[in-house]
């Protein structure tokens, strides 16, 4: 029997429930993805120029963390939009903004596909973890080039491959297998879908970039232990769940204890440190 073709805008509706749900959790994760992403996130701001007075459109901003690290970056004379397909979430990065006093930051649920932003408006654009779910990822670069200014710049991170992300990739595969899922399609969105070698420079290029630059950057995820890690998939990670939608309730704990075991490999005598690598890559509008 073939498998079903693949659906982008099903595809699209399941991805804004799953951040619809998970959004609380994904904020209140938030000094974790601060201290583990951090260090991409700086360099994706380096890499897109971002500096006092700049005009910063970050697409699928979700809580807002890196936002509100463009925003500390471009002063009070510069100004950070933050969007999001997701409108929860986006009320987490507003009330995060509020909190620290970033009042150059404002927020507007727009899905990454089709940016309803003025042309030639901004001098940098930014996304972080956020491309690898769009199914039309040229339509989301090419209102991005549209967003810009000439010569503005857009700095995105991904995940590499598989092998080099087990803490996120080992669950999928264990999750793949008890549900008797099909492999992804080629070309469908997901966590890993632009993290192989010049896959992500080569959207760019493809999209009409020029000097297109790639960064490889170590991120490990660390945790007091692995029992942490699986609490942050389990709350954060929406599409781990949609994944075991058709399994029952007893077979989905089954397969959650499974991953907890699977990660306790990554648990060291300093705590867990489950091994992540991420891409960064910018272009010139």
Not at 79 to 105: H, K, P
Not at 216 to 226: R, W
Request: one cysteine or more; proline letters at 7%.
């Amino acid at each position: 029997m073939n498998a079903p073709a693949f659906d982008p805008q099903a595809y699209k509706r399941t991805t804004h429930a799953q951040w619809q749900e998970a959004a609380r959790a994904w904020n209140d994760w938030g000094e974790l993805l601060r201290s583990w992403l951090g260090p991409a996130t700086e360099a994706m701001l380096d890499m897109a120029r971002v500096g006092p007075g700049s005009h910063v459109l970050d697409i699928a901003a979700g809580a807002g963390d890196q936002s509100l690290m463009a925003a500390e970056r471009v002063g009070p004379r510069g100004r950070v939009l933050a969007t999001d397909l997701s409108g929860n979430i986006l009320e987490f990065a507003a009330e995060n903004a509020r909190i620290q006093g970033f009042d150059n930051l404002e927020t507007q649920v727009m899905d990454g596909e089709a940016l309803d932003v003025p042309p030639a408006g901004f001098d940098a654009a930014i996304s972080r973890v956020g491309m690898i779910y769009f199914p039309d990822r040229q339509a989301a670069l090419a209102g991005i080039r549209k967003a810009l200014k000439p010569g503005g710049r857009f700095a995105t991170i991904v995940y590499s491959t598989p092998e080099a992300n087990g803490f996120f990739s080992v669950p999928v595969r264990i999750i793949r297998e008890r549900a008797k899922l099909p492999p992804p399609l080629p070309g469908q969105p997901g966590p890993f879908s632009l993290g192989g070698p010049g896959v992500l420079t080569g959207e760019l290029k493809d999209a009409g970039f020029g000097d297109v630059e790639e960064r490889v950057i170590d991120a490990p995820v660390i945790l007091p232990d692995a029992e942490h890690c699986l609490r942050f998939e389990r709350e954060s990670f929406g599409a781990l769940h949609q994944m075991m939608g058709g399994l029952s309730e007893a077979e989905q704990n089954a397969v959650w204890d499974e991953i907890h075991e699977a990660l306790k490999a990554w648990e060291t005598a300093d705590g867990f440190v489950g091994p992540c690598q991420l891409v960064v890559a910018a272009g010139r509008n």
